[in-house]
């Protein structure tokens, strides 16, 4: 699963993403400095795992991951080609979740492209943007479709949706503000549309966090109606992942707080993507693995391997609450915490599962 980092140039969308996944991507005082997209890979933090480690005493930790991918500033005019914005746009439509960094510090050091510190505008502009070449693309499906479907009714589904989504689109509205059925969101599915994707605001803020900043922020939430907003000083992760593990947990407790802004956006990008995580634990290793919310033991256990998924028989099952509040596998066992699931079960986050198999 990937998520995109987007937003206008110098709004810190490198520095963010430098502290995200401690890449070093280049970072610099002017647009366009990001042209390829930089790519990491991040661990989802998960508490449950280390304790997992200690119980099994096991020699190998794996969590679960996402990549990310740090695409280039977009400026206005981007759907009609300014500022390298087609080849940025494309990079959009690969991911599969966005994050929008959105300017709220003051730095006169920092130059904005538009001149001042206007988070709401700045959204906008994005946001036209992404509609903009979302309308292009479905104005010329839909002209195909429409003459198409004069001889073969079974496209007229596929006409009475993209109607539907270029008169929002025209109006100003993201798709993803639509509903749905579910043949529609298969359609939709082919499409690619940027406005259709989950979305993310981090709000970019100074190490001073000023009045007129959490002015800002608080303007940006009213704005974003409901979407998740998370707070962060860029530059501070960014110090923050610098540190060694021992210095950074201290820097941490310091602050007042048991996670950073990173690992609250982490965690929100594996939510916005509708992903959680069952756990394997033994003594070779402990690992998360990433599955769909609403997924069923044999397509859970074919995330291991596909013979698992073939010749499935049954899961056993137990929480990771009800272990370690047994203390370990055979007492939960005892306690008749142990479960056997068949295939319609459907896997729960935290559920830690030894599949039966046989090919």
Known sequence: MKIGVVGLPNVGKSTLFNAITEAGAESANYPFCTIEPNVGIVDVPDERLGKLGELYHTQKIIP??????????????????????????????????????????????????????????????????????????????????????????????????????????????????????????????????????????????????????????????????????IPLCAKIEEELVSLPQEDRELFKAELGITESGLEKLVTASYDILGLMSYLTAGEKEVRAWTIKKGTKAPQAAGKIHSDFEKGFIKAEIVSYDDLMEAGNFVKAKEKGKVRIEGKEYVVQDGDIVLFRFNV
Do not use: W
């Open 64 to 229: 679960a991951s996402i990549e990310f991918v740090d695409i280039a500033g977009l400026v206005a005019g981007a759907s009609h080609g300014e500022g390298l914005g087609n080849k940025f746009l494309s990079h959009i439509r690969e991911v599969d979740a966005i994050v929008h960094v959105v300017r709220c510090f003051d730095n006169e050091n920092i130059i904005h492209v538009s001149g001042t510190v206007d988070p709401i505008r700045d959204i906008e502009i994005i946001t036209l943007e992404l509609i903009l070449a979302d309308l292009e693309v479905v104005s010329k499906k839909l002209e195909k479709d429409g003459k198409l479907s004069r001889n073969d009714k079974s496209l007229v589904p596929s006409v009475n949706l993209l109607t539907r989504i270029k008169e929002a689109l025209e109006n100003n509205k993201e798709v993803r503000s639509l509903t749905y059925s579910e043949e529609e969101q298969e359609l939709l599915k082919g499409l690619q549309l940027l406005t259709a994707k989950p979305v993310i605001y981090v709000t970019n803020i100074s190490e001073r966090f000023t009045f007129s900043e959490k002015e800002r922020v608080e303007k940006v939430k009213a704005y974003v109606n409901g979407d998740k907003v």
